[in-house]
């Protein structure tokens, strides 16, 4: 969904009104396009501890939150910034002391400007999501948002193209299991997502709170005013592409250079700590469905990606019960279950052979783990007793998403 950059330089109101300042006088003095050059002059001679910066561009950025918000424009072509008529308004409600007129404001530039692309404060973001419309719009929807849980949002949308309400019900499940968003963002994308400034700004500037569980909240004026239309608030900023079954899963763990996924030590760990899809979301049908990623060239240690999270919705749907055998009994896992493993019974390394997704539901069996162990490293006839009656046990599942072989070309082919 294209590159979606945000604000970086800054969230302090000094160094936003002082901007702000700036293109007001250039503009009261009928020379209201201001020069980059000019611009880091006024700037540096106001701060003292931008004097010692010898990057140009990021004192010009001292001034991104005013564009970032519509209440400048900024001409790439000219390298000159103007004030709007709305940073003018603004510019006096401030010095009024008017709070409510600026809130007003924010709410005008919320309904009316795009932030993922089109905004001059970020010239190469070109994302279909809105940053600030999705973090307010996710405050009225959800209770109050955490910063983990805006990282996690903005992952969900842009990252994997998930729709708003497919990323919500993603969240309502990672706050009910987790609080380890490294379970499903990598810490590049964590580090990304959990440092935005225009969340600090909005805070800084009293059209935002926190709560005592650091979660944002609107101001109370901003929420009795304002609430139902930022409800309503439109997170694109055009009309999305259709999300594809065959995007990348959530909890890939590519570094695993084998292709057993299933006795994986890291694997199953990450099985063990991640928690199931909703069945009935979109999300799991699109994971589920998806199209089998294309093996890149003749690499036969390739690993085809599998989704972690799938493999813990089989678990659930077998209600952590072994497959073989459902009395067999292990301990309690991390996530308060009884542990079980689950077990591609068609392996992944078939999935060169099929054009249908193996990394699903009802290719995945729950195991305990001897039962599993037994499977890869039994005598044959342990083998065979184990896979036969689990391949009759769901052959009519494997059949009924286009899965078809008989149990001895598959343990003939894949087991032996």
Do not use: W
């Not at 055009?238 to 694997?267: Q, R």
């Not at 995945?364 to 896979?387: D, F, M, T, W």
């Not at 059949?399 to 072989?405: D, E, F, K, P, R």
Request: hydrophobic share 30%; proline share 3%.
């Amino acid at each position: 969904m294209g590159n979606l950059i945000m604000p970086k330089q800054t969230a302090a109101l000094d160094r936003f009104f002082y901007s702000l300042e700036i293109f007001y006088k250039a503009f009261q003095n009928n020379d209201p396009d201001v020069t980059n050059e000019d611009f880091k002059r006024q700037i540096t001679n106001h701060f003292e501890d931008l004097r010692t910066r010898n990057d140009g561009a990021k004192i010009v950025k001292q001034s991104e939150m005013t564009r970032y918000f519509g209440f400048a424009y900024h001409s790439y072509a000219n390298n000159t910034t103007t004030i709007t008529d709305r940073g003018i308004d603004f510019y006096i409600a401030n010095q009024d002391s008017d709070y409510n007129k600026c809130m007003d404001l924010l709410v005008e530039s919320l309904e009316n400007d795009t932030f993922g692309r089109n905004n001059t404060a970020i010239k190469t973001s070109d994302s279909y999501i809105d940053p600030p419309k999705l973090l307010t719009k996710a405050i009225v929807d959800f209770d109050g948002i955490s910063r983990k849980d805006l990282a996690l949002l903005l992952y969900l949308t842009h990252d994997m193209e998930l729709s708003y309400d497919d990323a919500g019900i993603e969240l309502n499940r990672y706050r009910a299991k987790s609080d380890d968003i490294s379970i499903i963002i990598t810490p590049e994308k964590v580090n990304k997502y959990s440092d935005t400034k225009f969340a600090s700004f909005l805070q800084n500037i009293g059209f935002l709170v926190q709560d005592d569980e650091r979660k944002y909240r609107l101001s109370s004026y901003v929420s009795n005013i304002y609430k139902d239309k930022i409800k309503n608030l439109n997170i694109y900023n055009g009309e999305p592409p259709i999300v594809k079954s065959s995007n990348p899963v959530l909890f890939d763990d590519t570094s695993v250079d084998t292709k057993d996924t299933d006795c994986n030590t890291t694997y199953k760990e990450s099985v063990s700590k991640t928690v199931p899809y909703d069945i009935n979301s979109l999300t799991f049908k699109n994971q589920n469905e998806r199209i089998p990623a294309d093996m890149p060239g003749d690499n036969r240690n390739y690993r085809y990606p599998t989704d972690t999270r799938l493999a813990k919705t089989a678990l659930m749907l077998s209600g952590y019960l072994c497959e073989f055998d459902t009395t067999h009994k292990t301990f309690t896992g991390k996530n308060d279950e009884q542990f079980m493993e689950g077990h591609h019974l068609i392996p992944m390394t078939a999935q060169k052979d099929f054009s249908i997704n193996l990394d699903r539901v009802e290719n995945i069996v729950s195991l305990c783990p001897n039962c599993h162990s037994a499977i890869h490293y039994g005598q044959e006839a342990e083998r065979k007793k184990v896979l036969l009656k689990l391949y009759n046990e769901r052959q009519e599942e494997l059949s009924s998403v286009g899965l078809n072989i008989s149990f001895n070309e598959l343990f003939n082919k894949y087991y032996q």
